[in-house]
């Protein structure tokens, strides 16, 4: 298994940004694929963001795509996801999640991992 721990969120006001981070431990982190899910209140988790193995491809959900960028650094063992002119509706709780596989890489089942999540707010 694969720990993480995310850090970053916080309190933002519309049209800011704020960086996400994921750090992994326990295993090879370059084997996993990682993604990125958020879950507002009384809604069910969504995907936003993941990468590849080594950082090769990116996918991204179409509420974020050109305002969110997600990367990893295998040495640091770690994925970022910088978000840039944040909207209330970013409000929510973010979590990451890996897994070996990429077959089903924008779903919440397709990963096997997750983290406690971080609170990310956007105040308008």
């Known amino acids: 298994q694969v720990q993480l721990v995310e850090s970053g969120g916080g309190l933002v006001q519309a049209g800011g940004s704020l960086r996400l981070s994921c750090a992994a431990s326990?295993?090879?982190?370059?084997?996993?694929?990682v993604g990125w899910f958020r879950q507002a209140p009384g809604k069910e988790r969504e995907f936003v963001a993941a990468?590849?193995?080594?950082?090769?491809?990116?996918y991204y959900a179409d509420s974020v795509k050109g305002r969110f960028t997600i990367s990893r650094d295998n040495a640091k063992n770690t994925v970022y996801l910088q978000m840039n002119s944040l909207k209330p509706e970013d409000t929510a709780v973010y979590y990451c999640?890996?897994?070996?596989?990429?077959?089903?890489?924008?779903?919440?089942?397709?990963?096997?991992?997750w983290g406690q999540g971080t609170q990310v707010t956007v105040s308008s």
């Open positions: 999640a890996t897994d070996r596989s990429s077959q089903r890489i924008r779903y919440v089942e397709g990963f096997g991992s």
């Open positions: 326990g295993r090879t982190f370059s084997n996993y694929v």
């Open positions: 990468i590849s193995y080594v950082g090769t491809i990116t």
